[in-house]
């Protein structure tokens, strides 16, 4: 036992790589062929990888724009200032269909191209990183685009596999790199059947795996997966990985921190890696996580039906599309969106509410704005913005807690609706954190 008390390789505890290229291969199928321990390494999960991420392979003298997906996943939002990004992050609004608006983003892409352009014909200087250069940053991206393609937080959405093809074609035009947070893709269920070895459903294809299947890609890629057992076996293990080309996962693992202290979370990837081998969590995700979270989730789909949807709330992501064969009927993740009946004020004024009056804390759509980008903001306050959604959480609560909470939420909308029928001003004095 010596070997796992000691500094890991910087890549990761080799045996939990292979275990998981492994399973990894079974879960996705890659169309390219199977998933290979060079593309591994081993993380102390997905919000520590992301730091890294950017501290190896970006610099904000040269790095341009983060853009991520919103509504977002605002605790990356300080993740990406504490890196230098504080006022360069930028909001790219989701669609209905594809998941994402490409054609706002490309239009977002072309315009800081072009600024950047413009900065250094007026500076003289050339167009190039200042501070990262050199063999330890053999590759310093223009731009980030972060996003979490399967079963969002927060808005449930699965990017579908065609706008996902094209999410990696702008990536390679504009030479981005494409972080996607991949933590709900093992969570995912059919709706139509009562089996629960048969309810396990096929996660659509990772950014990353595209990127390997198309070609004219290069050495270092323009995707990375970010994943985390966070989601699977508990925050506490803090252990996850990334999963690129081999030149960028070995990159990744020479970050100054893994230089210095060794593979994160050595001694707990042996365990995991027991967990792996002797097919224990694969049994366990099968058997207990996707049971468990299906049962929780048609609880909350039964009550939302029965006593939100006649208050005139409607769903923004019931039934979630961009699967591996672009089918309906699958669900997964641990996050449905409603948008909050016609008349009522800002989602968040009603959380307030609900926190004060009714004992019931609910996130809603302001949370999810990106940090510092006013036009972020504004199309979350506009009509049908998503400053008039709520997010609602089935992983966390029992059946009858979540069959609770729904009725807590129908009698806050019931009081909220009667106050503005009164003419109260229902925001004074409303005061509620954002971040």
Not at 78 to 83: A, G, Q, R, S
Not at 277 to 296: A, G, N, S
Not at 309 to 334: H, N
Request: aromatic fraction near 10%; charged fraction near 20%; hydrophobic fraction near 40%.
């Amino acid at each position: 036992m010596a070997p796992v008390l000691l500094y890991g390789p910087h890549q990761g505890y080799p045996p939990l790589r292979r275990e998981l290229a492994q399973w990894l291969s079974e879960v996705y199928s890659p169309p390219t062929g199977a998933t290979t321990m060079d593309r591994i390494c081993i993380t102390n999960g997905a919000s520590g990888n992301l730091a890294n991420v950017l501290i190896k392979f970006t610099d904000p003298s040269y790095t341009r724009r983060i853009f991520m997906v919103e509504p977002t996943y605002f605790l990356a939002c300080p993740i990406f200032e504490d890196c230098g990004f504080l006022g360069k992050l930028r909001g790219v609004p989701e669609t209905v269909q594809d998941g994402v608006d490409i054609d706002f983003l490309r239009r977002e892409l072309e315009n800081a191209e072009l600024d950047a352009r413009n900065a250094c014909l007026r500076s003289g200087q050339k167009d190039e990183p200042a501070a990262k250069c050199g063999p330890c940053y053999p590759h310093v991206y223009k731009y980030v685009i972060y996003l979490v393609p399967t079963y969002s937080n927060p808005s449930g959405k699965t990017v579908s596999v065609a706008m996902r093809k094209q999410l990696v074609l702008l990536a390679r035009e504009f030479d981005a790199l494409l972080i996607t947070d991949d933590v709900y893709d093992f969570l995912s269920w059919q709706e139509d059947t009562e089996s629960a070895h048969d309810a396990v459903a096929k996660p659509p294809p990772r950014l990353v795996d595209i990127d390997r299947s198309l070609p004219g890609g290069s050495v270092h890629g323009n995707c990375v997966s970010n994943g985390s057992f966070s989601k699977l076996i508990g925050p506490g293990v803090r252990v996850g990985w990334a999963e690129g080309t081999p030149a960028f996962v070995s990159q990744l693992a020479e970050v100054g921190s893994s230089s210095s202290g060794g593979a994160p979370s050595h001694l707990a990837s042996t365990f995991v890696e027991h967990m792996l081998r002797t097919q224990w969590l694969q049994h366990y995700i099968r058997d207990i996580l996707v049971p468990t979270y299906k049962e929780r989730y048609c609880a909350l789909m039964t009550a939302i039906a029965d006593r939100l949807i006649p208050l005139g709330y409607a769903m923004e992501a019931k039934i979630l599309s961009g699967t591996a064969d672009e089918t309906s009927g699958v669900a997964g993740g641990f996050f449905t969106y409603l948008r909050l009946p016609l008349g009522l004020p800002f989602a968040k004024v009603v959380a307030a509410i609900a926190l004060k009056d009714h004992a019931l804390r609910i996130a809603f759509g302001h949370m999810f704005t990106v940090a510092g980008d006013h036009g972020s903001v504004a199309r979350a306050e506009a009509d049908g913005g998503f400053a008039y959604c709520v997010r609602l959480c089935w992983a966390w609560h029992e059946a009858d807690e979540i069959q609770e909470g729904v009725l807590r939420l129908a009698a806050v909308t019931k009081d909220v609706r009667a106050r503005v029928e009164r003419g109260e001003d229902v925001a004074a004095g409303i005061s509620i954190g954002i971040r």
